[in-house]
Antibody, heavy 117, light 110 residues
Framework: EVQLVESGGGLVQPGGSLRLSCEAS????????MHWIRQAPGKGLVWVSH????????TYADSVKGRFTISRDNAKNMVYLQMNSLSAEDTAVYYC??????????WGQGTLVIVSS | QSALTQPPSASGSPGQSVTISCTGTSSDIGTYNYVSWYQQHPGKAPKLLIYEVTKRPSGVPDRFSASKSGNTASLTVSGLQTEDDADYYCSSYAGNNKLLFGGGTKLTVL
């Protein structure tokens, strides 16, 4: 069974940093691109970032470019999202997803990030 | 890039059919046959319903069907059931490994 388990969310002050983690299991991790997608409270889904299966190619939404960094450790089946210079607009549930043919076929339960003073 | 455009709400009675539209541009839906649809119940993670415009993952009932014409994609839910009451999101590949989502449609089964 495919499982994606996010962790690392929490309350952080504006301007602060947070590192999200996603542990993957139940599939051959090195075969798949991984993406982070977020959802602000009561709002829709927004794509955040992508990383290829090797960890060498990354892409970011304009809203997070220069502040967020996605990475992966294929030896540990882990994906990370380092988030810096956080603002209230980054408050959301962050989902780790496994993507194939541009479709997110597996989702974690999400981890909530709240940016507030 | 702007989000794809979906109607904020849709409704239907049990047994009826409802269609949800998703409008993009020639840079996303109009160019790529990589349109997906997701269902999300309150407090839950989204679930993939449709990928590559018309394909259903294993386990998704054939009551869910989809299509695309030009810059607009559509999801049809036939034989509405109470458990179909949920939010629905469309998504399209937008090039450069980026995904674009619609704003979501709240489907109410009356």
């Amino acid at each position: 069974e495919v499982q994606l388990v996010e962790s690392g969310g929490g309350l952080v002050q504006p301007g602060g940093s947070l590192r999200l983690s996603c542990e993957a299991s139940g599939f051959i991790f090195t075969n798949d691109r991984m993406h982070w997608i977020r959802q602000a409270p009561g709002k829709g889904l927004v794509w955040v970032s992508h990383i290829d299966k090797y960890g060498s190619d990354t892409t970011y939404a304009d809203s997070v470019k220069g502040r967020f960094t996605i990475s992966r450790d294929n030896a540990k089946n882990m994906v990370y999202l380092q988030m810096n210079s956080l603002s209230a607009e980054d408050t959301a549930v962050y989902y780790c997803t496994r993507v194939s043919v541009a479709a997110a076929n597996s989702w974690g339960q999400g981890t909530l990030v709240i940016v507030s003073s | 890039q702007s989000a794809l455009t979906q109607p904020p709400s849709a409704s239907g009675s049990p047994g009826q059919s409802v269609t949800i539209s998703c409008t993009g541009t020639s840079s996303d839906i109009g160019t790529y046959n990589y349109v997906s649809w997701y269902q999300q119940h309150p407090g839950k993670a989204p679930k993939l319903l449709i990928y590559e415009v018309t394909k259903r993952p294993s386990g998704v009932p054939d009551r869910f069907s989809a299509s695309k014409s030009g810059n607009t994609a559509s999801l049809t839910v036939s034989g509405l059931q109470t458990e179909d009451d949920a939010d629905y999101y469309c998504s399209s590949y937008a090039g450069n490994n980026k995904l674009l989502f619609g704003g979501g449609t709240k489907l109410t089964v009356l």
